[in-house]
Nanobody, 121 residues
Framework: QVQLVESGGGRVQPGGSLRLSCAAS????????MGWYRQAPGKQRELVAT???????NYADSVKGRFTISSDNAKNTVQMQMNSLRPEDTAVYYC???????????????WGQGTQVTVSS
């Protein structure tokens, strides 16, 4: 069983900052990448930012220059610093992990339960 526990969501005014954190635990032998996705009401879940185990990052165009993703491979954690937040950033943010539970299985996605981020004055 692999568990992802998110923290750091909340309510902030436009222009403010939040930091999301996610910790992975359980039986997993290798992690290919970790990242964050978000889903706003009435919209599909979308990629926000990902980081590979080698440190390669990928960002949605809408957050480039405002969000920064980082990870600690030794601790199986991923963080995302979100600055200059906008009302359109309001969504439930989900932590994602791509990894293997054994050396003989294919990598698969694992998801956290989500944390609400609300940007409003």
């Amino acid at each position: 069983q692999v568990q992802l526990v998110e923290s750091g969501g909340g309510r902030v005014q436009p222009g403010g900052s939040l930091r999301l954190s996610c910790a992975a635990s359980g039986s997993i032998v290798s992690i290919s990448a970790m990242g964050w996705y978000r889903q706003a009401p009435g919209k599909q879940r979308e990629l926000v930012a990902t980081i590979t185990s080698g440190g390669i990052t990928n960002y949605a165009d809408s957050v480039k220059g405002r969000f920064t993703i980082s990870s600690d491979n030794a601790k199986n954690t991923v963080q995302m610093q979100m600055n200059s937040l906008r009302p359109e950033d309001t969504a439930v943010y989900y932590c994602n992990l791509v990894g293997r539970r054994t050396l003989f299985t294919s990598p698969r996605d694992y998801w956290g339960q989500g944390t609400q981020v609300t940007v409003s004055s």
